[in-house]
């Protein structure tokens, strides 16, 4: 008797399917729960003769399995199905697909400049824009003449009750450095400036420089001309010279403009460097006991140096572009072209 049940179950429960997760639980509950087909199988057991008990018991556990684990497939089917969905749905999809940019030229080399900075213990200071007269000329030593002020070449905000202004050049980052920090100072200043001058192949209102400046006890005109060097290497290749040229800064004394060696003909002289073998690449020099006291830092202590070079500039070198107002145009096919120099 009770063998015949056990085995039309078996078959019944060989062969069942569900359309849904609710039909699984219905089967579930037919055969598995405590009302369920099985379970009324315990109540005939009871009655089987003590040596059969062993056999039909086995046979009933069989049964029991076979049910849980067709029940389970079952369920877990369903699962899947419901994972997958959630899986193959992207929230993170934009709604309509677009190309994805390239790093801008300047950028690339900006980073590859501060890199090679970072890597000689520089950290990177940035500040405003906008700017005063004391950040971008006052403290740096700059005479009340000086041309610089002129309204040539200065975009002036106001100029009451103190000139606000779009700064020259990130010298004023320095000075707001050496305004709140003991030396020694180690740091370079990335950002754009801006000159009032009429926009041309070879000049525009804004553009972009990084200046370094280290202050110490003993800082020297020859660790000034040591770093200068390893970043030329490091930028332009390693047979890379560089020369330093006698020059004025107010801000600095000595001062010096540094050129490298041409690295189209290789110094011999050629159209780029105008026959010489040279190309100017920044301004450089001590930074004058003037400025250091204007930023409560002692002369008598401490002495540094000071350079500052455009990244236009240091981009037309090292990729040949010869007119810096494609830099701002934003024209993608210009753009591209630097899509394997990130
Ligand atoms: N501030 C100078 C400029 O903008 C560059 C420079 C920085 C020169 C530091 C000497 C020392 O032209």
């Not at 005479?143 to 700064?167: C, E, G, K, W, Y």
């Not at 020259?168 to 740091?187: F, N």
């Not at 000159?195 to 006890?217: K, M, P, T, W």
């Not at 004058?288 to 006291?293: F, G, I, Y």
Request: net charge negative; proline share 5%; with cysteine.
């Amino acid at each position: 008797m009770i063998l015949e049940k056990i085995n039309a179950l078996k078959e019944e429960i060989n062969s069942i399917s569900a359309a849904d997760k609710q039909a699984v639980e219905d089967l579930r509950i037919k055969y598995l729960s405590k009302k369920g087909f099985i379970s009324q199988l315990m109540v005939d057991f009871r009655s089987v003769p003590a040596e059969m008990k062993r056999e039909i018991g086995q046979k009933i556990n069989e049964l029991k399995n076979l049910a849980t684990d067709k029940i389970n497939s079952l369920k877990e089917s369903f699962a899947e199905s419901a994972d997958s969905e959630i899986e193959n749905l992207d929230l993170t999809r934009t709604a309509t697909p677009y190309e994805l940019g390239t790093r801008h030229p300047l950028s690339i080399v900006k980073n590859e400049m501060l890199d090679i900075f970072a890597s000689m213990g520089f950290t990177i200071a940035e500040g405003p824009e906008i700017e005063d007269d004391w950040h971008v000329f006052e403290s740096l030593n700059f005479p009340p003449d000086h041309p610089a002020r002129d309204m040539q070449d200065t975009f002036f905000i106001s100029r009451n009750p103190v000139d606000i202004l779009l700064r020259t050049h990130t010298s004023s980052v320095q000075t707001r450095v050496m305004e709140k920090t003991e030396p020694p100072i180690r740091i370079v200043c990335p950002g754009r400036v801006y000159r009032n001058e009429a926009i041309s192949a070879r000049a525009h209102c804004f553009f972009h420089q990084v200046e370094g400046l280290y202050i110490d006890r003993n800082v020297s005109f020859s660790d000034l001309k040591q770093v200068l060097l390893g970043f030329a290497q490091r930028m332009f290749g390693p047979e890379t010279n560089i020369r330093l040229r006698p020059s004025y800064f107010p801000f600095t004394e000595p001062s010096a403009e540094m050129d490298i060696s041409c690295d189209i003909c290789g110094g011999k002289g050629c159209a780029f460097c105008k026959g010489t073998g040279w190309v100017e690449i920044l301004g450089c020099g001590m930074v004058d006991p003037n400025v250091l006291k204007a930023c409560g830092i002692d002369p008598e202590i401490y002495s540094g140096y000071a350079f500052g070079m455009g990244i236009e500039r240091i981009t037309n070198l090292k990729y040949k572009v010869k007119d810096l107002r494609m830099f701002s145009e934003n024209d993608s096919r210009f753009l591209r072209e630097f899509e394997s120099a990130r």
